[in-house]
């Protein structure tokens, strides 16, 4: 498994960097009698104590330094955090509190009680709104997922980003039996990003998550309806940056073998370069510097996760981080 190499030289104000995080069951240590948190206990299944907490927190913050290169990025995704003390103890209490990032997040209805949820540099991105939409299926009213994160900035050269965050329902329980409920979620998200569309075509629009499919997969091409060449795309189309490398690398590893769970998909301005603000190369990348990764029994390379199983590993996460960098022109063309 190999990425691009990573970019780590100095953006300045030409450049805005946008970064997606799966955290791996990033709980606090504390019992929250709402959701089914007691494996994250220091007397749960896991042993999650004080010091575990704060040493995975210290990682986390390695990671996000790392993926800064010269200067912390300006915009950070994650997923699968369990509240907003979590995100208070990344930012304030590790390396990251000299950024001052700012949180965005909100308790979703999820049964174990993890979230989405957003950083930003206020330095670098004006907030102008956000919103959290619930995923509710009409074909299963019992069962209870994660909220979608939409995000709305003015950058700095004052056009306005769109960024969602999604950490779409997982294969647990069978993937023909749960496919339903990412091609649903898929269609939501489209549904958003059309009505932004219709508005202002030239929009700039970020989608980003775990979307625990791979970027072929019908929830993909059918739910989000990507454009799978960047020739046939056009300003009102969303493209998916990870297709081309679908079968070059990876983000997540299963039974040794890497996919992409982690993707980036953006509106066809943003990929041609029509106005202001583009994506850098038209390109993402995997942030896989070797610190993030280990070798498995069977020598293969995977993710330095937290955990495996009951096992305590004391690593970062079970997925790769992907970034983009946007470039920002203060005039028109």
Known sequence: MASEAFDGSFRGTER???????????????????TLDDEFLPRGGNRWTKDRYLAKQQKLAKTIVAMGGWEAPELIGFC?????????????FTPLKSVSYE???????????????????????????????PVRFPFDTASRTRDI??????????????????????????????????????????????????VNPGANIIIGGDFNDEPE???MITGLRVKTEIEQTASTDLFNLMYPIRYQAGTHSFENKWGILDQFIVSGNLLKGG??????????????????????????T????????????????????????????????
Do not use: C
Request: aromatic share 16%; charged share 25%; proline share 4%.
């Open 80 to 92: 699968e955090v369990e509240n907003q003390y979590v995100l208070t103890t990344l930012t304030q």
């Open 103 to 133: 949180i965005i997040h909100q308790d979703s209805k999820d049964r174990r009680g993890i979230d989405v949820a957003a950083i930003y540099r206020p330095d670098k991105f004006k907030l102008i709104d956000y919103f959290y939409y």
């Open 149 to 198: 994160l939409h995000v709305i900035g003015e950058l700095p050269n004052g056009d306005t980003l769109h960024y969602f965050v999604n950490h779409w329902p997982s294969k647990f329980g069978g993937e023909f039996e749960t496919q339903p409920k990412r091609l649903f979620a898929a269609q939501l998200v489209r549904a958003k990003a059309d009505s932004i569309l219709s």
């Open 302 to 333: 995977r993710p330095f996760r937290t955990y495996q199983g009951p096992q305590y590993l004391g690593g970062y996460s079970d997925h790769l981080p992907i970034l983009l960098d946007l470039v920002l022109r203060y005039t028109d063309n």
């Open 275 to 300: 106005g202001r603000t583009s994506v850098f190369k038209r390109t993402a990348q995997i942030f896989d510097l070797d610190f993030l990764l280990t070798e498995g029994a069977t020598g293969a």
């Open 217 to 219: 997969e019908e929830s």
């Open 16 to 34: 805005f960097r946008v970064a997606f995080y799966n955290v791996e069951n990033l709980f606090d240590y504390f019992d929250d009698s709402t």
